[in-house]
Structure formats: structure tokens, C-alpha cells
């Protein structure tokens, strides 16, 4: 177990480039996040996946912003015509959803160590 | 919608003392409960969870938290603090029905002063 990986960890990008991120979870998990967090925020979600299966997407996830899990295992996050607000760390966790009898159960979320994207 | 509220942006004590971090939750139906930590630069690593055993609940590196279903808290407490716990504490909530996304706190820093 290797833990959550991201890639890049730090981006900077002039305003109204394209820039893609990548999340590699803990291999065995079957659910994938992506969050925001600004500086002196909290994480805020985005948007999440059950295998490959894109379940939920928050408003904050503008029509800019797409988010793939193909095969059910690494994640990518991409923000086209990149703006100044897009400035912040993306995080990227995975957990195992298990639905126990009959009720779900959330495990515990493991985060990677973000990609930090400026936009200049 | 679930939300948890941080009560102190920013918090010091000396080292040694008692850690106290505040947080309430708003639901009607106790949820899962969360405490994360995170250092500068770095994701966030998960100190403990609430999802509905023991009330008191053991984290790691000495702290713990205790669910108070009447007044709506999961405050995190540690008995002595080490330099090396300051940090960024985040308290999260999951909803217990769906067990979908987490909603994150504003968070606290702690600071310890030798």
C-alpha cells in the first residue's frame, strides 16, 4: 500500500491554458474524490466516483471543470481556459464503500498529497 | 445538507497543556464524525473517526474525541501538547444514511509555544 499519489504536486499556469491533474488511489479502494482547498479554507468537494461510475458533482464543479476514471482506478481532473479563482490545492482522496447490512458504511478518507496550481 | 462548525479560526496553548479543539455538527440524525490533521504542503491524515460505536473515541498520536449527541460536538482533546502537533485540525461529517461526500470544517491551527 502505497497511499494516495498526485501528479503534478505543483502546477503554474498562465490564465486560459488547459491543465490536467492525475490521482492514483490506494489500489484496493473503490471510491475516488477530488476536493478543493484555498487558503484558509476547509477541503470543499467536487465531485467523487465509484469505480468508474462519476456519482455526484458539485456546483462548484463548473461546466470548465471534467473529471474521468476510465478504468476504475486513476482519476484526472481537468480545468480548461484555466482563471485566477482556479488558484488553490487540489486534493485527491479514496476510500472502501461498503454497503453492510444494509446500511452504508463510509470508511475513513485517504488523501494524497495535492497538486498545488497557480494561475498567473 | 450536513455541516460541521469550527469554533476558534486559531488556537495556542504552551507545551504540555491541554489541547481542546471545537467542533458541532447540525443534523437531526448523529452522522459519522472525522478529525483530520495536516501539516504545511501536505494532504490531510485521518486522526480518528465517530461512526457510532464507543462514544469516546482514541486517535492517534494521544488524542481523542468524545460524541455528545445532546449538544451536537465532537471536540478533540489531547492531555499534553507537543510541539509537534501544531498543525491544521480539520473536524469533517459523512451522512450516515447515504455515506457520500465528507463536509469539511473551516479548520483550526494550533500552536504550541515552548
Known amino acids: 500500500d502505497t497511499g494516495v499519489s498526485q501528479n503534478p504536486r505543483h502546477k503554474i499556469t498562465k490564465r486560459g491554458q488547459n491543465v490536467t491533474f492525475r490521482c492514483d488511489p490506494i489500489?484496493?479502494?473503490?471510491?475516488l474524490y477530488w476536493y478543493r482547498q484555498t487558503l484558509g479554507q476547509g477541503p470543499e468537494f467536487l465531485t467523487y466516483?465509484?469505480?468508474?461510475?462519476?456519482?455526484?458533482k458539485s456546483r462548484l464543479l463548473s461546466d470548465r471543470f471534467s473529471a474521468e476514471r476510465p478504468k476504475g482506478s486513476f482519476s484526472t481532473l481537468e480545468i480548461q481556459r484555466t482563471e485566477q479563482g482556479d488558484s488553490a490545492m487540489y486534493l485527491c482522496?479514496?476510500?472502501?464503500?461498503?454497503?453492510?447490512?444494509?446500511?452504508?458504511?463510509?470508511?475513513?478518507?485517504?488523501f494524497g498529497p495535492g497538486t498545488r496550481l497557480t494561475v498567473t | 445538507a450536513q455541516s460541521v462548525t469550527q469554533l476558534g479560526s486559531h488556537v495556542s496553548v504552551s507545551e504540555g497543556a491541554l489541547v481542546l479543539l471545537r467542533c458541532n455538527y447540525s443534523?437531526?440524525?448523529?452522522?459519522?464524525l472525522f478529525w483530520y490533521v495536516q501539516y504545511p504542503n501536505q494532504g490531510l491524515q485521518l486522526l480518528l473517526k465517530?461512526?457510532?460505536?464507543?462514544?469516546l473515541v482514541k486517535g492517534i498520536n494521544g488524542f481523542e474525541a468524545e460524541f455528545k449527541k445532546s449538544e451536537t460536538s465532537f471536540h478533540l482533546t489531547k492531555p499534553s501538547a507537543h510541539m509537534s502537533d501544531a498543525a491544521e485540525y480539520f473536524c469533517?461529517?459523512?451522512?450516515?444514511?447515504?455515506?457520500?461526500?465528507?463536509?469539511f470544517g473551516t479548520g483550526t491551527s494550533l500552536t504550541v509555544i515552548p
Open positions: 482522496a479514496s476510500s472502501f464503500y461498503l454497503l453492510a447490512g444494509g446500511r452504508r458504511v463510509p470508511y475513513e478518507q485517504y
Open positions: 489500489s484496493e479502494h473503490n471510491r
Open positions: 466516483f465509484q469505480n468508474e461510475a462519476q456519482l455526484e
Open positions: 443534523s437531526s440524525v448523529p452522522p459519522y
Open positions: 465517530y461512526t457510532s460505536a464507543a462514544t
Open positions: 469533517a461529517v459523512s451522512d450516515r444514511n447515504t455515506g457520500n461526500q465528507f463536509y
